[in-house]
């Protein structure tokens, strides 16, 4: 009996011990991803997420960050090195991933949400914690959602406060159905293009306009390529998911996942904070360069007329989804 009870405690002394050893022995050097450049604030928040990993794995866990579309042509590109492990993290716009995880392009529909207030209640509660879910049936392990922010309406031709006055603008869109019909509905031509051929279409005025947060406009100085005009339109709200192959996830020792999605979290609060801390500041120093703001945008004319698209893809969302998010309080 003695023998028995001794062996048995071996046993599951091991057992306990088994996950700590294993996380110990992991070591890794991860690759990740952006469009963006090393000031914005994906970048910002990616930076602070691979000091904390590395520092809260003791230095077994190493992030190398691939900032401005170093690893792939656009966001499309980038997305599909995820699913195959060629790419280990990456923080995207929701505007390609419908290809990959079609729920999440809910998030996608104009005036969804009211405010700052009203985005962090429902990404990180049930629902957007069921959007992230979601990615896992396409081979991608979403950790958190960050943010890119309220899109805006910008153009070379004039100032733009109410939807008429944008009718027959063509601007560059993100490559989602959702946005290119709503863009179409209010009367302006919208083109999808990726993202690291904007700059230069918009220099040899390919197309007249585009549509990003403020963030995005600033961090590529688009009133570089003629971009005089900025209208507050907050016509879409763009979150960021942090994506992570699943793969490389799948392959880290439970300890190292859980942190993973811990610390991506954690980073999300910070990432969020220093992006709508800074919009006022760079829409002042967009001012100084040359660039027109229309704060006084009517918005219930845009609003008005995107409204169409919601019938036309109620077949593909549901209507109690989509209630759920614009009543939640």
Request: cysteine-free; aromatic content about 10%; hydrophobic content about 40%.
């Amino acid at each position: 009996m003695k023998k028995v009870l001794m062996l048995g405690l071996a046993v599951l002394m091991a057992i306990v011990w088994t996950g700590p050893a294993a996380a110990a022995e992991y070591k890794a050097t991860m690759k990740l991803a952006s469009t963006q450049s090393m000031d914005h604030p994906y970048m910002v928040g990616a930076q602070k997420f691979a000091d904390l990993i590395k520092e809260r794995s003791k230095g077994r866990i190493t992030i190398k960050l691939y900032p401005s579309n170093q690893l792939g042509k656009g966001e499309r590109e980038m997305t599909e090195g995820i699913q195959q492990g060629a790419i280990d993290l990456l923080v995207t716009s929701t505007g390609p991933l419908g290809g990959f995880s079609p729920s999440i392009n809910i998030l996608d529909f104009p005036f969804l949400f009211r405010d700052f207030k009203h985005v962090d209640l429902v990404l990180d509660g049930a629902i957007g914690q069921k959007l992230l879910k979601d990615f896992e049936k396409a081979d991608i392990k979403a950790l958190a959602f960050w943010e890119n922010g309220f899109r805006h309406l910008t153009n070379s031709k004039g100032p733009v406060r109410k939807a008429e006055d944008g009718k027959g603008l063509k601007i560059r869109t993100m490559e989602n159905k959702v946005h290119l019909a709503a863009w179409k509905a209010a009367g302006l031509n919208p083109t999808p293009m990726a993202w690291g051929e904007v700059f230069t279409a918009l220099q040899q005025k390919v197309i007249d306009g585009q549509e990003n947060p403020i963030a995005v406009f600033y961090s590529s100085k688009l009133w570089d390529a003629g971009q005089k005009h900025f209208s507050l339109t907050e016509h879409v709200y763009s979150p960021s998911p942090f994506l992570m192959s699943k793969k490389t996830f799948d392959a880290m020792p439970k300890a190292d996942q859980q942190l993973f999605l811990k610390t991506a979290l954690e980073v999300a609060k910070f990432q969020r904070k220093i992006n709508r801390d800074a919009e006022e500041t760079k829409l002042k120093e967009m001012a100084k360069s040359g660039v027109t703001v229309t704060r006084n945008v009517d918005k219930a004319s845009f609003k008005k007329a995107m409204a169409p698209i919601y019938s036309e893809f109620s077949a593909q969302f549901s209507k109690a989804d989509i209630d759920a998010i614009m009543n939640a309080k």
